[in-house]
């Protein structure tokens, strides 16, 4: 047992080492922290470059995923719209999000001109109502963006009205979505020989509900049947700086129960998923590895324009890519740390403040976890003792 174990391991390793050594030198030379090469030194005294040389290559698959983005808005103004048209706000990252079989994301608002009626907030001063231009839509194409979740708080800013123009603003640009209740509540697309499903929930009227397991369930077992590889996104949990932890147990946040994020995702790997990813807390928060299935629970505000806090935590997110075998287990992961400043797209960090977050996040919340993140933003098993 502790043989094929450790020759796993080694797999895993050298799947690590050879699947991800061109996007991780990628971001690394844009200015990477300089624990990078210490961090090589460490995983090359747990397996000797030469051993991995013999080992066979299996094929993995690449899904990135990043949270939050809103790339702008025209209500209650214009000049809540980017410089540009938009056109510079992914351009720094936008080579590295194509670097995938599988590229997701979570589409914070509407995608549409006009026509609906915004949603009426009972406090202004902590509601936000968001219209992206239609014509916005052409830089998740450009970015390589394959797969949208609508299941959050803005996808129904504009009503039945709304959601249906920025449905059919995804429809016509080939981008799949899911998360509405009812009639989207999920999808499969076909991408690198295998049919990839998505499903995605919120606690937010209009979409699939995370707060129902027995449901959530249901939906992820009906997936699994038609998908090789299922993808759960959910948007839940409380928000801010002082949210970055996982409780384990129901978030509320200016009175409304968001959800237990931790049993949600337990009980999607449980029916079938593969792959769960997090976001609506505005904040980065821990990951984990339960069942040989990876859990990120909040990649945080990747691409948010003018109406969003981008203060502290708040404003670093990880672009987080994920390795899967032929049957949707994690093999290895990189972070790759990017920040945001007002009025500007995504950068590449080089302080790595969101690879430094998520590991202690991940020690403190997940100490049990198999995980390693080293400090270059590698992910990978930890090996038997």
């Not at 946040?253 to 931790?262: I, K, L």
Request: charge should be neutral; aromatic fraction near 8%.
């Amino acid at each position: 047992m502790a043989t094929t174990f450790f020759r796993t391991g080694l797999l895993l390793l050298a799947a690590a080492s050879a699947g991800l050594g061109t996007l991780k030198s990628r971001w690394l030379s844009e200015g990477a922290s300089a624990g990078s090469e210490r961090a090589q030194r460490q995983l090359d005294t747990l397996v000797q470059p030469s051993v991995l040389d013999t080992l066979p290559q299996a094929r993995t698959y690449r899904v990135i995923g990043v949270g939050d983005i809103m790339l702008g808005t025209d209500y209650p103004s214009p000049s809540h719209l980017p410089p540009n048209d938009g056109a510079d706000l992914l351009a720094e990252v936008r080579d590295t999000l194509r670097q995938a079989d599988i590229t997701f994301g979570n589409l914070e608002g509407t995608l549409f001109d006009r026509g609906g009626k915004p949603k009426k907030c009972q406090d202004p001063a902590v509601c936000y109502v968001f219209r992206t231009p239609a014509r916005y839509v052409r830089h998740f194409v450009d970015a390589g963006f394959d797969l949208l979740s609508l299941a959050n708080n803005h996808s129904g800013d504009f009503g039945p009205e709304g959601r249906a123009k920025t449905k059919n603003t995804l429809h016509q640009a080939g981008i799949a979505f899911a998360g509405l209740v009812g009639t989207d509540e999920m999808v499969v697309i076909e991408r690198a020989g295998k049919r990839w499903g998505l499903c995605a929930f919120s606690p937010n009227s209009g979409t699939c509900d995370l707060r129902n397991l027995a449901r959530a369930q249901e939906i992820v077992r009906t997936l699994v049947e038609q998908a090789d590889i299922v993808i759960v996104s959910f948007h839940g949990g409380a928000e801010g700086p002082t949210h970055q932890h996982v409780p384990r147990r129901t978030e509320h946040f200016h009175g409304e129960n968001r959800g237990d994020v931790y049993a949600f995702a337990h009980a999607v790997v449980d029916a079938g998923a593969d792959l769960v990813l997090g976001h609506g807390p505005h904040v980065t928060r821990a990951v984990e590895l339960y069942n040989d299935r990876f859990i990120a629970y909040s990649l945080g505000n990747f691409c948010t324009f003018g109406r969003f806090s981008l203060a502290g935590p708040a404003g670093i997110a990880p672009i987080l890519s994920i390795e899967v075998d032929d049957e949707g287990r994690f093999v290895s992961g990189q972070i790759i740390p990017t920040y945001q400043q007002k009025h500007h797209g995504p950068k590449f960090d080089p302080q790595g403040r969101a690879t430094k977050a998520i590991i202690e996040l991940t020690r403190t919340d997940f100490p049990e976890t198999p995980l390693h993140i080293l400090p270059d933003g590698r992910i990978i098993r930890r090996l038997s003792e």
